[in-house]
């Protein structure tokens, strides 16, 4: 096995933190991983990595090493690229990861085009409501939507996803249509409890470039987008929602949007990447296929 291919084996296990997770993303037998680990501390004459029966860390050492075979890696992987798109497009495999309704609704129906622009990739395709971590699942870049925190990744931001107010015909014949939040009193939302922190969201909305809210009771409470747009479809309440989730129930009149000039403040959507990760002519082309989809159905002009 030649150096580079050392080097690359060391990064993802040093990325991903275990050998049996680097031997998975590169297809490779993990004994062959150890093996390659091996080679490179005796070819270096020190001790890359500590070993423990949960986690796998660089030592000091190693660090230093991981630093350089990432400047390494990525020289080399654009000098070969300089040659190769010359005579072929960009070539090998993607793995993303993007949010469920997103990937379901949106991304999945669309990527024949994708792959038939560009015969020559490969997409591992991951849809979850889960956040992931792009270093340890050894990701090329993940699409997130709401507010970020400071992850020290490289964000590319997409645009802005707008949220509208709905409820279905039966509830509003029921209840009663809302033409203002003040009218809220009397009436029930489907309630959304965030799956990561379990805290209940309120109702929101706009007034003046200000952002306002308030508690709404609920007889249901869900932490998941299918169950918020069934329940809201069964007659349980308002919902707050994306407006690409509910195109389809607006279209059929399943669903009635209410006080359009009440909205929430629409979410931010942006692509993250990893902050050392060289960006191939591969992820480049998924990102501006992406977002080009993005912006053409579901995101603020």
């Known amino acids: ?36 680990i091996k080679d490179l501390e005796a070819r270096m004459g020190v001790r890359l990595l500590n070993r423990t029966t949960r986690k796998v860390a660089a030592t000091q050492d ?57 015969p020559e990739i490969d997409v591992d395709l991951g849809v979850t409501d889960r956040t992931v971590d792009l270093v ?16 020290g990744l490289i964000a590319r931001s997409i645009g802005q996803l707008p949220l509208i107010n709905v409820a279905s015909p039966a509830y509003l014949e029921k209840h009663g249509v809302p033409q203002h939040p003040d009218d809220l009193d009397g009436h029930w939302a489907v309630n959304y409890a965030s799956p990561t922190t379990g805290r209940v969201e309120p109702w929101e909305w706009l007034a003046q470039g200000a952002m306002q809210s308030r508690p709404m009771p609920a007889r ?31 279209a059929a009149g399943e669903l009635v949007e209410v006080m359009p000039d009440h909205r929430a403040a629409s979410m931010p959507m942006t692509l993250l990447f ?13 990102a501006d296929w992406l977002e080009a989809l993005l912006k053409r159905e579901v995101l603020v002009p």
């Open 1 to 36: 096995m030649d150096r580079i291919d050392l080097f690359r084996i060391f990064v993802r296990v040093v990325d991903s933190s275990s050998f049996t997770r680097a031997a998975d993303t590169l297809g490779l037998p993990r004994p062959s991983v150890s093996a390659a």
């Open 136 to 151: 340890e699942d050894s990701l090329d870049c993940v699409l997130r939507v709401g507010p970020l925190g400071d992850s």
């Open 274 to 286: 990893p902050h050392h990760r060289h960006f191939s002519r591969r992820v480049q082309v998924f």
């Open 220 to 250: 249901v409470v869900v932490n998941g987008a299918e169950a918020y747009i069934a329940c809201c479809l069964a007659g349980f309440g308002l919902i707050q929602i994306p407006a690409y989730d509910v195109k389809c129930h607006l």
């Open 62 to 118: 190693g660090l230093a090493l991981y630093e350089r075979c990432l400047r390494l890696l990525g020289d080399f992987e654009e000098t070969e690229s300089l040659f190769r798109q010359a005579a072929a497009g960009p070539a090998g495999r993607l793995r993303v990861d993007l949010p469920g309704r997103i990937g379901r609704l949106i991304v999945a129906p669309a990527l024949a085009e994708f792959l038939d622009r560009y």
